[in-house]
């Protein structure tokens, strides 16, 4: 959920956030009220592009733009080098507070925001500051923190996110068609994912402890659970649903890495804020409402742009200073096998 990592929670693209987190929850807002129930279609046809949109739609947001929905994601974040073991190094909380607009020619225009924060590993506290394990160095935390991270549901797949133009990649039209497969009971499972390799906002000739190289190589895939009664329950304009998201991504900026070999993995599940902010932890939105009091609400009109955490880290930090002789930390040696016996 997401974060934008997305990115990341990031970046919570279909198939992105921190992109933004994607679950149900709603709340009221001071958006003035609907006059009725958008349209939209229900009933279930995997090979109908609007029936696809409509329904992701009502899983990614809430189409009655008179309510927000506010989705929480909690996770472990994992370090991946070679010659050694997977590291779990922090845990990830945050939360998505999102609105979903008509536009004029019938589709959808999802405008949130989303907040993620690291917890300690041990205690659970949200860290300020973190002592990285590879460089026995203790760095200062920077949240991930998107304001928005908006985009299109149309009923033509969507054209990858671009960044700030920093992603070049484009795709032809076609029909807005998703990977559906049908769960247990009377359930179905969504799945969705992109793959991205587009040139880093931070780059290394001018952010060399930040920079984990001139290009960011970054995929994010998602799970989502939901029942077929609740797609085709026409009351519903938010569909109640779980899942999981995954994302794998460069180190993240403020851990120091410079270009050390390895990468950072992100594995969470995310789920229903039944009643809006009154649902998360007091800790989570004390620490959202330090950063602004308006992540607490979806936007109600869109503006932008909108960036991943990659990107807003370079609006809003400066490089850390180089010290004498550094250089970016190596993962050990690989391990000796011991000896073959002699054959017989």
């Known amino acids: 959920m997401a974060y934008r990592a997305s990115g990341l929670f990031r970046q919570l693209t279909l198939g992105l956030a921190v992109g933004g987190l994607m679950l149900a929850g709603w709340a009221g807002s001071a958006v003035a009220a609907a006059a009725k129930t958008p349209s939209f279609v229900s009933k279930i046809d995997l090979k109908d592009p609007v029936w ?101 549901i149309r009923d033509t797949k969507p054209q990858p996110p671009s960044y700030g133009g920093l992603n070049k990649d484009t795709r032809p039209p076609e029909p807005f068609l998703l990977n559906w497969s049908d769960g247990p009971g009377n359930t179905l499972i969504l ?73 950072i993995n992100y594995f969470a599940s995310f789920g229903t804020m039944t009643n809006g902010i009154k649902d998360l932890p007091a800790d989570l939105v004390e620490a959202a409402r330090k950063i602004d009091p308006g992540y607490l609400t979806a936007p109600t009109q869109d503006y932008g742009p909108s960036l991943s955490s990659l990107e807003n880290y370079k609006m809003t930090q400066k490089p850390a200073p180089v010290p004498q002789g550094w250089t970016p930390p190596q993962p050990p040696a690989a391990p000796t096998l011991p000896p073959m016996p002699p054959r017989p």
Do not use: C
Not at 224 to 247: H, Q
């Open 52 to 152: 696809n949109r409509d329904t992701y739609a009502r899983i990614d947001g809430e189409i009655d733009t008179t309510r927000q929905k506010v989705s929480r994601i909690t996770g472990t974040v994992y370090g991946v080098r070679d010659n050694e073991k997977v590291k779990p190094l922090f845990k990830i909380d945050g939360f998505s507070v999102v609105r979903t607009l008509r536009l004029p020619d019938g589709n959808w225009r999802r405008v949130l925001k989303e907040v993620v924060f690291y917890r300690d590993l041990e205690t659970g506290k949200i860290m300020d500051s973190w002592k990285n394990p590879y460089t026995n160095e203790t760095v200062k935390v920077v949240p991930i923190a998107n304001d928005p991270f908006n985009y299109d």
């Open 191 to 263: 799945e969705t994912g992109i793959d991205l390799f587009y040139p880093a906002s931070l780059q290394p000739k001018d952010w060399p402890r930040e920079s984990a190289g001139a290009f960011n190589r970054v995929s994010e895939h998602f799970l989502f659970f939901v029942d077929k009664a609740d797609i085709e329950n026409r009351k519903l304009t938010a569909i109640p649903v779980t899942g999981s998201w995954s994302r794998i991504t460069p180190w993240l900026p403020w851990m120091l890495m410079g270009e050390a070999p390895g990468f």
